[in-house]
């Protein structure tokens, strides 16, 4: 912080703030973000996942390479014209590994930000009111823990219809058992902190408490929770929908690419090698992300 | 009552419920205080004067008793009207590492106070306050947009002290504002807290352990035992003549830093008990090396024994005449 | 090195000490040329703020700096006619215990929770002295004793102890071995004053009981006034001035001690205002030319700024490192010396 020397009575609050910046955290993360290797490879393979989801209308036209069969070009290997070959209807890899990436990537993270929502109004409630209504809460979440959430999403797609919609619900739900136990821990550590009482004590009303005070400090293990979760909704994204729960085919889902590639696996394994690392990439890079996360944000753990 | 009296507490009483019973926190304890002067509040840890200070300011609801404060009995409040009530009356707190929001920045700190208040719509206008604040309590303008982590434990304090003025409050509990804080740096924020009061008119009621300190910064001392309020009295009149054993021996533990004049130590025996469901006896008791029968009959009355000097003891008869 | 007046005599040696705790963003500057010397039966206060490094110091005489960041940039340890850093971490673990122990400041994170108190003393007492485990426990009751904690006591659980419970039982781990010097670091911080003046008491009188040395790290000038014998006052990493009690409390020299005097309240003087030091702490890793107080200093010249004043010293015992004893002996701050017939004040 460097400090001019400036005539205070004329200065405007915009002066004032331009002269003496305020250190970015965002930055001093990134640094601690970018000394860890893994989680910068993460997020290298995050960021070509996500151009390729964003622009395989422009590589790869949809209806044409990705759902048309072309039983002339059955089962080719690798070559220029086909990065990862073709499958048993003639359709090119390639093309269907990055739709896919748009299906598994929309999915994963809108699901998980249904589940965010709802996870930080239970956890927030349970942990900044405790007693009783902590004890009600948290009970039914422990209830909805105990039931696989791979069982509970399948139990909500069969009941409502394998709708891509309905996906996101059902995987978003089946987030919350374990995302609200974050929250409710993060607020439960923040909620008796001496500025939380300060804030009481000159009067803040107890929404903006909860808000500007006690979430804004929750941001960081939620953000990192999220991530992980992400990870893991990609997953059971694909094996919904291996298990034909999920999306259907001829959609080019990667789960849904390894089952219908089940049959020829012998002989042409590749079928199932591209769509399997294409999920395993995903689910690891975010991980990875997580975990780097985690250490940029914790402040206890800088220096 | 006369007018001069800011805050009078009568028979506050704070027990909190735990498993193995109920925990006398405070209990019973009456007090008053004048307008612009400080009441020490001296014990040793769990003898419930941090309990006392936030039962005052309602941030934890007394069990019962009264808070009279400027004419009015804050225990009676309204949610609404107390919050109201709040910004004449402050808090500063003891760590100033926990106590300030780590996503603050300075402005953002005090600033948040002062949109409270209402008083400052113009956002300049507001700003500028902030800025007298800043100075007021010694901190550099440069530290405007400086979060806590970044400064240390002494400016920090100074933050804690400038929110709590924003509201510019008549009267501030300081609960144990300098006991995190160095010998070098401590100095500097009583000095403040003094000169502060002196300008502001200020009432305190500062809550320590540290008799050096409570003997520097206060007018009146009440010393706390295990919920129970057992002396009170001037400050000189307490370090001269302390009549009470338990603050007696709390006097001489105190480690003097010099090498003469020095006293012989009263060391009293054994640790605070607990103060879960007491006896109803003198809770010194059985610590206390003249306990005698009647001590552990029931529990010795607070008594004015000379003018303003108040001993809960058996053995200290009021003075004749 | 010329400070070292009675070697036979001493204990403990620091000889012109130097650590650095090393990261990617920078490096701090813990111990600046520390000179320190401990003798035998004596109790040695070594007074500071936060981040003076007194704790280092500590931890550097146990040789237990944390490796990679913390480095050793130069310095010789002698204890006991032993040179600490050329001891392997097998010889080391030996003399931990043994010949030096530490009492940490908080006693209620230093005692493991799931062992009895008796267990944890009888286990140092096998290390060391190899006793048998009856005779190791039988040995952890007297020692609790002797702390006075009741013997039968000693199947108990930290958790059970109060907090000055808490630190007499620390107080019975350090002694255990009857080690030659104790390292006391501020281990009454966390007490009440009532319970601080009782333990306090015990200490004085089981270092003369032991004959042992005692290291007293602590913030406190009431505490030095009270159990020892010799002070050394510690400043950004080195020590500014050192000499008998008598010496530091009524013939002190260097401006820090006597900002440290004039911040504390005088409880016979209720009306003096204090007289803080201004400004704070310098920040290790970028210590400021020269002498490392002259920022804060009153009595700061043009040259305090641009060279490291050398170590005067004024008798045998008294040194102080500032430049205003240049030409001179005579006392120059505002404070004055205590003259006996001036003192009375009751």
């Given at each position: 912080m460097s400090t001019p020397s400036v005539d205070k009575k004329t200065m405007s609050r915009r002066e004032y703030m331009k002269t003496y910046r305020k250190t970015s955290r965002?930055?001093?993360?990134?640094?601690?973000?970018?000394?860890?290797?893994?989680?910068?490879?993460?997020?290298?393979?995050?960021?070509?996942?996500?151009?390729?989801?964003?622009?395989?209308?422009?590589?790869?036209?949809?209806?044409?390479?990705?759902?048309?069969?072309?039983?002339?070009?059955?089962?080719?290997?690798?070559?220029?014209?086909?990065?990862?070959?073709?499958?048993?209807?003639?359709?090119?890899?390639?093309?269907?590994?990055?739709?896919?990436?748009?299906?598994?990537?929309?999915?994963?993270?809108?699901?998980?930000?249904?589940?965010?929502?709802?996870?930080?109004?239970?956890?927030?409630?349970?942990?900044?009111?405790?007693?009783?209504?902590?004890?009600?809460?948290?009970?039914?979440?422990?209830?909805?823990?105990?039931?696989?959430r791979i069982v509970m999403a399948i139990a909500i797609v069969a009941a409502f219809g394998s709708s891509e919609f309905n996906m996101i619900m059902a995987l978003g739900i089946a987030t919350i058992a374990s995302m609200s136990r974050v929250v409710r821990s993060a607020v439960l550590s923040v909620r008796d902190t001496e500025y939380v009482e300060a804030a009481k004590a000159v009067g803040q009303n107890t929404p903006k408490i909860v808000f500007s005070h006690i979430l804004v400090n929750c941001v960081a293990p939620i953000i990192v929770q999220s991530t992980l979760a992400i990870a893991t909704n990609v997953m059971s994204v694909s094996s919904l929908s291996f298990l034909g729960m999920g999306i259907a085919a001829p959609a080019p889902e990667w789960g849904c690419m390894i089952a219908t590639a089940r049959g020829n696996m012998r002989q042409y394994p590749f079928l199932v090698i591209a769509p399997g690392m294409a999920i395993f990439l995903t689910s690891m890079a975010f991980n990875l992300v997580g975990d780097g996360l985690r250490d940029a944000l914790d402040p206890k753990l800088k220096r | 009552m006369s007018d001069n009296v800011i805050l009078e507490v009568n028979n506050l009483k704070k027990y909190f419920k735990t498993r193995s019973g109920m925990l006398h926190a405070v209990d019973d304890v009456s007090f008053t205080i004048e307008r612009g002067k400080t009441l020490g509040i001296v014990g040793e840890s769990g003898c419930g004067k941090t309990t006392t200070g936030r039962s005052i300011l309602r941030l934890v609801e007394p069990t019962s008793g009264t808070v009279i404060f400027d004419g009015t009995d804050i225990t009676k409040l309204s949610k609404r009207e107390l919050r109201k009530k709040r910004q004449e009356m402050q808090l500063i707190f003891q760590d100033p590492f926990s106590s300030l929001n780590p996503k603050r920045t300075v402005c953002q700190t005090i600033e948040e106070v002062l949109k409270l208040t209402g008083e400052y719509k113009n956002s300049d206008e507001r700003f500028h306050r902030v800025l007298e604040i800043m100075e007021m309590v010694g901190l550099d303008e440069r530290l405007i947009?400086?979060?806590?982590?970044?400064?240390?434990?002494?400016?920090?304090?100074?933050?804690?002290?400038?929110?709590?003025?924003?509201?510019?409050?008549?009267?501030?509990?300081?609960?144990?504002?300098?006991?995190?804080?160095?010998?070098?740096?401590?100095?500097?924020?009583?000095?403040?807290?003094?000169?502060?009061?002196?300008?502001?008119?200020?009432?305190?009621?500062?809550?320590?352990?540290?008799?050096?300190?409570?003997n520097y910064i206060s007018d009146d001392i009440a010393v706390m035992y295990l919920g129970r309020l057992i002396e009170k009295a001037s400050t000189e009149e307490l370090f001269r003549n302390p009549l009470h054993p338990y603050t007696k021996a709390l006097l001489s533990a105190l480690p003097v830093p010099s090498l003469h004049n020095r006293q012989k130590r009263i060391l009293i025996k054994g640790e605070i008990s607990s103060p879960i469901d007491p006896k109803p006896v003198c809770r010194f008791a059985a610590r206390c090396d003249h306990c005698t029968e009647a001590c552990l009959k029931g529990e010795p009355p607070l008594v004015e024994v000379s003018p303003n000097h108040f001993v809960s003891c058996f053995m200290v008869q009021p003075e004749q005449g | 090195m010329e400070e070292i007046t009675n070697t036979n005599n001493a204990l403990l040696e620091i000889e012109?000490?130097?650590?650095?705790?090393?990261?990617?963003?920078?490096?701090?500057?813990?111990?600046?040329?520390?000179?320190?010397?401990?003798?035998?039966?004596?109790?040695?206060?070594?007074?500071?703020?936060?981040g003076a490094g007194k704790t280092t110091t500590a931890l550097a005489i146990l040789n237990m700096i944390a490796k990679p960041q913390g480095r050793i940039v130069a310095g010789r340890i002698t204890l006991d006619g032993e040179d600490i850093f050329s001891k392997t971490e097998d010889q080391m673990e030996g003399i931990r215990g043994n010949t030096v122990s530490m009492i940490f400041q908080d006693p209620m994170t230093s005692l493991n929770p799931v062992m009895t108190v008796g267990d944890q003393i009888a286990e140092v007492l096998q290390i060391h002295k190899k006793l048998s485990k009856a005779a190791a426990a039988k040995e952890a009751q007297k020692m609790l004793e002797t702390v006075g904690i009741p013997g039968a006591r000693s199947v108990e659980y930290p958790h059970q102890f109060s907090g000055g419970m808490k630190q007499r039982v620390l107080i019975a781990l350090g002694l255990a071995c009857t080690p030659k010097l104790l390292i006391a670091d501020e281990p009454t911080t966390a007490l009440d004053v009532t319970i601080q003046a009782?333990?306090?008491?015990?200490?004085?009188?089981?270092?003369?009981?032991?004959?042992?040395?005692?290291?007293?790290?602590?913030?406190?000038?009431?505490?030095?006034?009270?159990?020892?014998?010799?002070?050394?006052?510690?400043?950004?990493?080195?020590?500014?001035?050192?000499?008998?009690?008598?010496?530091?409390?009524?013939?002190?020299?260097?401006?820090?001690?006597?900002?440290?005097?004039?911040?504390?309240?005088?409880?016979?003087?209720?009306?003096?205002?204090l007289k803080p030091i201004g400004g704070q702490m310098p920040n290790p890793a970028d210590l400021p030319q020269g002498c490392s107080f002259h920022p804060r200093c009153e009595y700061a010249m043009p040259k305090c700024s641009q060279e490291e004043p050398p170590m005067h010293r004024f008798s045998e015992t008294h040194c102080a490192k500032c430049w205003l004893y240049e030409n001179t002996d005579q006392c120059m701050l505002a404070s004055q010396d205590y003259v006996p017939s001036q003192g009375v004040s009751e």
């Open positions: 965002l930055k001093e993360m990134w640094d601690v973000f970018v000394a860890n290797r893994l989680a910068v490879l993460g997020l290298i393979i995050i960021t070509i996942f996500v151009l390729l989801a964003l622009f395989a209308n422009v590589i790869a036209d949809y209806d044409t390479v990705a759902i048309a069969s072309n039983p002339v070009d059955r089962f080719q290997g690798p070559s220029w014209k086909h990065l990862l070959g073709t499958d048993e209807m003639g359709r090119d890899i390639f093309a269907r590994i990055i739709h896919g990436a748009r299906i598994s990537l929309r999915i994963g993270v809108l699901s998980v930000l249904v589940g965010l929502v709802f996870s930080c109004i239970i956890g927030a409630t349970a942990g900044y009111l405790g007693g009783v209504a902590d004890d009600i809460i948290m009970r039914v979440i422990d209830i909805m823990a105990c039931i696989p | 947009n400086a979060y806590p982590h970044e400064m240390d434990g002494g400016r920090r304090q100074r933050l804690g002290i400038g929110r709590a003025l924003a509201m510019k409050p008549k009267f501030i509990v300081c609960d144990e504002p300098v006991s995190a804080l160095d010998v070098s740096i401590q100095a500097q924020i009583l000095n403040m807290l003094r000169s502060l009061q002196n300008e502001l008119g200020l009432t305190y009621i500062f809550i320590t352990h540290d008799l050096s300190v409570v | 012109d000490l130097h650590i650095h705790f090393v990261s990617k963003v920078e490096t701090v500057k813990a111990i600046n040329g520390l000179n320190l010397v401990v003798h035998k039966g004596k109790t040695l206060g070594l007074v500071g703020e936060t009782q333990v306090l008491e015990l200490m004085k009188d089981l270092k003369d009981q032991m004959n042992m040395s005692m290291l007293m790290i602590t913030h406190d000038l009431g505490i030095v006034a009270e159990v020892c014998d010799e002070v050394a006052v510690m400043y950004a990493g080195a020590i500014v001035e050192s000499g008998t009690l008598e010496d530091i409390f009524d013939r002190k020299r260097h401006p820090y001690t006597e900002g440290l005097f004039n911040s504390l309240p005088d409880v016979n003087n209720r009306t003096q205002s």
